[in-house]
Structures are given as C-alpha cells and as structure tokens.
C-alpha cells in the first residue's frame, strides 16, 4: 500500500479524534476517493486504521487489536461477493445490451409483408416467449403470381440468432428472380449458414411456394415440423412431410421437393414447434386438439383462423408460452 | 427438474447414460459431460435415451454441437433407447439420415 496515503490518513485520524471537528471527516472523504484510485481493498482499510490506533493508543490496541484482525477476515469475503456481484450485473448489462441490438435487427432488418396473390388468403401469427424470437417468417412476392414463405426456427439466441435470420432473408431475396424452387433455395441458404454458424446453432426451415396459375403448392423442409393440409373436399389432414437434414449441420444436403395441388376451401398450416410442443399442467397438448379447432375454423378467412388458435392454445396453457409461437396459412379461397 | 449422466467406458466405446428431461435448464449438464470426450481422436459415443422422455431444441442444440466435434475427429456418435417421441424429433430434423438410431425395443434403423 502507498506509504503516503497510510501516513495522511495516520495524521486525519489522530487530528479528529483530538478535536472532532467536521473539517476533518471531509479530509477523510477525501482521502477516501484516494483509496479507491490505488485500488486499495476495505480489507487494507482497516488494517491501515488498525496500525493507526496502536501508533495513538498503544496500550488500547493490545486489548482491542484482536478485534480488527477479526474484521478483516470479514471484509476479505465480503469483498469478495460484491466484486462478484459486481462482475454479474456488469455481465448482465452487457447482455442486455447485445439483446436490444439484436431485437432492433429482428424489428427493422427482417420485416416483411404478407404477399397479395390472387385466389390466395394468407394469415400470420408469430409471438416470442421472450423479448426475442427465435422464429423467423419471411414471404417473398413474386410479379406472376407466386407467393413463396419461409418458416423458420433458429436454435441460439441474441445477435448470433438474429444475423441466422437475415442469411435467411438475404439468401433469399438473391434468389427471388431466377430460382425458386424448395429445393434450391434450401441448398443455397444451407450453405450460406453452414459457412458462417457456430457449432452448436442450427436452423430447422419449412419452405414452400404457391403459384396462382397452377395451384400448386411446392414444399422442402430442413428438419422443420411437417405442415398441415386440409382437404376440405374430404374433410382430412395430410401431413406434408419432406426428408431434409436441419440447416447449418452439413455442407452438402439433398432436400426432398414434393407439391400438392390445392382446391378450393384447402388450406395449409405451416408452424414452428411452439404450436404443436405447447405443454399445460397435464402434459403435451394433444395434435388431435389443434387439428378440431382448425375444422371448426375452416370457413374462416385465413387471419381469423390462426388468431383463433393462437388464443385458444394461450389459453390452455395459462397465458404463458414457452416456446416462440408461428403460424401462417395460405387459403386457397 | 434434474438431470443425471452417467458415463461409462467399454473399450474405446463411451457410452452415456441421460436420466431425466433434457431443455434449456438441464441441457448444460449434458454438453460439460459430452465435451469431455468430444475432441479424442476417434471417439466413439452411445448416447443412451431410455430414461428420456423429453428432449427441447436446446437440447438438440447440444447433440449437433457433439456430432460436429465427433465427425471432425472421425469419431461416431450412435443413439439408443429412444421413445416414439424422440425418434420422431429426430426423423423430422433429418438426423436419423446421419447417425445410428436404436429405439427401445432395440430395433435398428439404418446407418450412417
């Protein structure tokens, strides 16, 4: 410890206790602030005012001098934890930080607008569990009538999850005016993130796009939860599966590419696992559940359909969800 | 809700036996007992999930991080005793195309 300070601080406490004077405590703040430059510890502190007290009172400080040894064992753990806490908050607040930047990418850089195609109705629902979702939606419009989607869900969280989103986003938008077929456009955003993530992230994707003139839907997935058709002529779901490893895994994948043409009346929901992995006091909510309350729908325009279930599945699980929630539905009317 | 792994080794093989639920909570437990073994030269991992009837995508999260490091190394990663559940999770993510699955009642489904 700098000789200096302990010397003043020495002469400070001698002068006070002779006359008490307040002038004396400001020094004493004063010096303080010292402390604090030269990183001094409390536990130094009082060691400090301890060889004080046998240098004023030496005969005093045999008898109480046990006293300080036993309060500085105490500052010495005490300091410990508030430097420990210290580090914590420092920690949080700077996650806070990278957290808010990464909702401000999700807000602006990766917005998008439901596509108006003709013969086709489109409704959305996406909630986060938390301030940030790991889900992400994005449509693109396309000039001949082609309504393409993509719905996915980014394991990983904060900025990392959210610059997953926009090589969603920007892969394809590359692509938008020469190849849109699934199949493609999840080999090429395949590779784009395989390059880029960490280990442990990855991307389960659902893509599929309608074309007005045929139709026909086409879908791919990449390890995402099959989608839901509703023939309405039969009155049944098929669940449209499509072979493909997750995103971000291996370089080269091949994703199975399979279309449905759809009538009018059909529907078909595409959704993440915060749908269908939804939990209640008693367990899972069963498939059965959701699949009745989308018939009971069935009429409806395509918005209502999903804000119903959304409501409904919040609901059953006591207004709280533990998953990121997405839903889109394309209507053919 | 805990989580318990015990891992034993038989000749080069480690195999991990995971008891209890495995999600964001849990999850970590899994990666530090995973990381230990994931970088030896041609490691060879079997992952038992009989005594696991959850798994979330954090969880999933850690196995692909796992399966990286192991493929890198030219090691093998193989599952076991999955439920009706899990198999699903890991037909639907494509992985079942990627690495050895058992289900419970020890039936294979195919291989690497």
């Known amino acids: 410890m700098p000789q200096e300070v302990g010397k003043q601080y020495s002469a400070l406490l001698q002068k006070y206790i002779q006359h008490e004077d307040e002038t004396d405590l400001y020094a004493a703040q004063q010096v303080s602030r010292k402390f604090i430059e030269k990183k001094i510890s409390p536990e130094e502190v009082i060691s400090l005012h301890k060889t004080s007290v046998e240098e004023i009172f030496p005969e005093l400080a045999v008898k109480i001098g046990p006293s300080y040894d036993f309060l500085i064992e105490v500052m010495i753990h005490y300091g410990l934890a508030l430097m420990e806490h210290q580090s914590l908050i420092r920690k949080q607040e700077a996650m806070q930080i990278e957290m808010d930047v990464a909702v401000k990418v999700q807000d602006m850089l990766l917005e998008t607008s439901i596509p108006k195609v003709e013969g086709l109705d489109i409704g959305l629902v996406s909630k986060p569990a938390k301030k940030m979702s790991g889900d992400y939606v994005y449509f693109i419009e396309q000039k001949d009538g082609e309504a393409c989607v993509a719905v996915a869900d980014v394991m990983g969280k904060g900025l990392p999850a959210a610059l997953c989103m926009s090589m969603i986003k920007f892969g394809m938008d590359s692509l938008r005016s020469s190849a849109t077929e699934p199949q493609h456009v999840l080999q090429v955003i395949n590779q784009i993130v395989e390059k880029s993530m960490d280990d442990s992230m990855f991307i389960s994707m659902f893509y599929g796009k309608f074309d007005k003139k045929t139709c026909e839907f086409t879908y791919g997935s990449a390890g995402h939860e099959p989608a839901l058709l509703y023939r309405a002529d039969e009155d049944r779901f098929i669940e449209l599966d499509a072979k493909g490893l997750l995103l971000g895994i291996r370089k080269d994948v091949d994703f199975q590419q399979k279309s449905v043409e759809m009538s009018s009346g059909d529907f078909i929901v595409m959704l993440t696992d915060g749908v269908t992995e939804g939990r209640n006091a008693e367990g899972f909510i069963e498939e059965e559940v959701i699949l009745d309350m989308l018939r009971t729908m069935k009429d409806r325009p395509a918005q209502q359909i999903v804000d119903h279930l959304y409501t409904e599945l919040f609901k059953m699980q006591n207004y709280m969800l533990h998953d990121d929630f997405t839903l889109v539905l394309f209507k053919k009317e | ?112």
């Open chain 2, 1 to 112: 809700m805990n989580l318990q792994v015990d891992v034993e080794q038989n000749d080069c093989v480690h195999v991990f036996k995971i008891i209890g639920e495995i999600d964001a909570f849990t999850a970590p437990t899994l990666k530090e007992q995973l990381e230990k073994v994931a970088d030896q030269p041609e490691c060879q991992a079997v992952l038992d999930f009989s005594q696991v009837n959850y798994m979330d995508s954090t969880g999933l999260g850690v196995f692909v991080a796992f399966y990286k490091k192991v493929k890198a190394v030219d090691g093998s990663v193989k599952i076991v005793g999955v439920n009706k559940r899990l198999k699903r999770l890991f037909e639907i993510t494509g992985l079942d195309d990627i690495v050895e699955i058992e289900m419970e009642s020890g039936d294979s489904n195919g291989t690497v």
